[in-house]
């Protein structure tokens, strides 16, 4: 059922290559939603283009913040900058799967000490962990952050999604990482609901 669903997709909206990925790695909602979009890109040969959004700007106006989870976000989305620099987009999905792993699967915190240890993990040198705690890439993470929400037309949370360049949607939020089957015709139904110029929004509890 589900290669003639994806077919009957493909004919109707074309094929789907990119999935531009606005993302807070804070969130644990988003956290599932990017897992589920790297196993549908493994699957289906998709490129992922990871880009930052911050929960912060979205809702205080500031990326930074003193203490708590906005402070490990905005430590976090520096580091991951830092990792794209040096590194390009496989570093940031490297550094992504670990320090999620880390804070949304084993609840870890993300002291700077846990963020070091993860840029280690991912093969990158342990300097791109000092980014953490520099206000040198603000700007550029507001930038992309502004860069998703002007794709949306709206301000709306993380993860933000687009397929091939087209507008922007929020989501979509998951209780729980599909698999197989479910983890297609979440993929295709997504795909067909972004090609209809007139949706806005689906949504039921959790």
């Not at 699957?43 to 402070?71: C, F, H, Y």
């Amino acid at each position: 059922m589900t290669e003639a669903v994806t077919e009957s997709v493909t004919r109707t909206v074309g094929p789907t290559t990119t999935v531009e990925f606005w993302f807070d790695p804070i969130c644990p909602f988003t956290w599932l939603t990017s897992r589920w979009v790297v196993d549908i890109a493994a699957r289906r040969g998709l490129t992922i283009d990871w880009k930052l959004m911050s929960l912060g700007v979205l809702n205080n106006g500031v990326l930074a913040a003193d203490e708590g989870p906005l402070a490990e976000a905005a430590a976090a989305l520096r580091t991951l900058l830092a990792a794209e620099d040096i590194g390009g987009q496989e570093a940031v999905a490297r550094l992504y799967t670990l320090l999620g792993t880390r804070k949304h699967d084993s609840g870890q915190d993300w002291t700077p000490e846990a963020i070091r240890e993860a840029v280690i993990d991912a093969g990158l040198t342990p300097e791109i962990a000092d980014a953490a705690t520099s206000l040198e890439l603000d700007a550029r993470i507001e930038a992309s952050h502004a860069e998703g929400q002007q794709r949306a037309g709206m301000e709306i949370g993380s993860p933000i999604l687009s397929l091939n360049g087209g507008r922007g949607y929020f989501g979509p939020v998951l209780s729980d990482v599909p698999a197989g089957e479910d983890a297609e015709r979440l993929f295709d139904a997504v795909a067909l609901l972004a090609s209809v110029a007139t949706f806005s929004e689906i949504k039921t509890s959790r």
